[in-house]
């Protein structure tokens, strides 16, 4: 009987965006997870630093929103003067 199971992690595969991943419970950080969608394997360490910089691309960008959003309203103040 095998172990493995699709689960999704909040990661998105390298190659093509799927967040399902074939893995076995209990995985070791040096074990390789699949990716259910186009099959590429990738190892579950990489996979969350993948994941990480996923986050910083996230949060940079609502870094930059919430700017945008400070400067409009900056503008409009200092423009009631
Ligand atoms: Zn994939």
Partial sequence: MTMEKNM???IQCPQCCSTEFEKKENS???DFVK???CGHHIMLEDLKEVGVEQAK???INMAKKEMEKMV???AKRFNKK
């Fill in 72 to 74: 409009k309203d900056f």
């Fill in 35 to 37: 990716c259910h969608l």
């Fill in 57 to 59: 691309e996230i949060a």
């Fill in 8 to 10: 999704t992690i909040p």
């Fill in 28 to 30: 070791l950080e040096t």
